[in-house]
């Protein structure tokens, strides 16, 4: 884990703030658990299916919409 490229997920915080939307709602309408979320704060990337889900849940069409 010590390799992994980190990233700064600063947008997909705010458009949960915008949505009035909090990380368990999140969670829970993506169908991923919270402890995936807390990679995602720490700046670890999910797997492909599970960003797609995120996206969809904000409704933004790309992950690269969501990561600075």
């Given amino acids: 884990m ?3 490229i980190k990233y700064n997920f600063r947008k997909l915080w ?3 703030v915008d949505k009035e939307m909090t990380k368990q709602e999140l969670a829970d309408k ?3 658990s919270v402890s995936s979320l807390a990679r995602l704060k ?3 990337m999910l797997s492909y299916d599970r ?3 995120i996206c969809d849940v904000v409704e933004v ?3 690269e919409d969501i990561i600075e």
């Fill in 42 to 44: 720490k700046g670890y």
């Fill in 30 to 32: 993506a169908g991923i």
């Fill in 2 to 4: 010590e390799n992994e």
């Fill in 14 to 16: 705010h458009l949960l």
């Fill in 61 to 63: 069409n790309h992950i």
């Fill in 51 to 53: 960003m797609k889900r």
